[in-house]
């Protein structure tokens, strides 16, 4: 069974940092691309940013670009996304993704989700 596990979130203040970790289980090949979307109350899933299968291509979305950083450690089957200086309008349910193609910026593209971590950011 496919499953993906999101952990770090949590309450920080703005201009903080966050880390986010994803644990995937083992049927999550290490030849599937994963990434982070995110998604605010009443606004739709957001691409974040996501890293090839070999971790070694990053792309992200341009709200997040120079703040945010996303790795793959193929080995452990771990995926993390390092923020920093978050903002107020950070503050989402993030979501751990994995998908073999398709376009990586729409929500339909990706096979494999978690649950959720609940990231707020306050002023």
């Known amino acids: 069974q496919v499953k993906l596990v999101e952990s770090g979130g949590g309450l920080v203040q703005a201009g903080e940092s966050l880390r986010l970790s994803c644990t995937a289980s083992e049927r999550v090949r290490s030849t599937f691309a994963m990434g982070w979307f995110r998604q605010a109350p009443g606004k739709e899933r957001e691409y974040v940013a996501h890293v090839s299968w070999s971790g070694q291509s990053a792309t992200y979305s341009e709200s997040v670009k120079e703040r945010f950083t996303v790795s793959k450690d193929n080995a452990k089957r771990l995926l993390y996304l390092q923020m920093t200086k978050l903002k107020p309008e950070d503050t989402a349910v993030y979501y751990c993704?994995?998908?073999?193609?398709?376009?990586?910026?729409?929500?339909?593209?990706?096979?494999?989700w978690g649950q959720g971590t609940q990231v707020t950011v306050s002023l």
């Open positions: 993704s994995a998908y073999l193609s398709g376009d990586p910026s729409t929500p339909s593209s990706w096979d494999y």
